[in-house]
């Protein structure tokens, strides 16, 4: 290591320079060092949850959006996804129908009905069965749309993607949040520190 490049490092590092060392230091962070964050969406802040050169975590909720219309179209979703009455009363209905079906086969071979009645009673099982069917698959839909909710909902709320410490905070509770940064953080303890040198 050359003299030039260990004023640099004594410098970096808080340790003060000799008198006859003129050249002029800038630091430059390596891009893998810093991360800008951002909002997945336009949206109002709500609140932002941490400061500037405060230390966070990865996954550390930051910055809060507002999601008024987002909750309430998750909570929407849930209650559909999670009503099962409806399947259950189908279900129920079929299960009365094919046993009642079964009893109208076995009176049919007896010839205490006719062979209108039993096919009446094979149309209804076969109906109900039908219907069944759709009701298990609007519960498979409600799921779905019900995750679709919640992943709308979890933009709402902007997480760390690293541990580290927020070196700017740009934006506070009530701004609009777009495709600038909100955030910038330093990734601690991580990466190198590039020193430019010039006479």
Sequence with gaps: MNHR????????????AP???APALGCLI??????????P???????????RVQTVRK????????AGVERAAFDAARTRADASADLKATAANAKFNRERLERAEDLFRQNFISQQALDQARTEAQLADQKLTQAREQQTVSAHERGMAAAQLSQRVIRSPMDGVVAERYMSAGERADDKPLLILD???KGRVALMLSD
Excluded: Y
């Design 41 to 51: 969406v336009v949206a109002v802040i709500d609140s932002v949850e941490v400061e």
């Design 187 to 189: 990734r601690k303890g």
């Design 19 to 21: 008198a006859t060392a």
């Design 59 to 66: 996954g550390q909720v930051l910055v809060i959006l507002r």
């Design 5 to 16: 490049t260990l004023l640099c490092c004594l410098t970096a590092l808080g340790f003060a």
């Design 30 to 39: 390596e891009p893998d060092r810093v991360a800008d964050v951002g909002s």
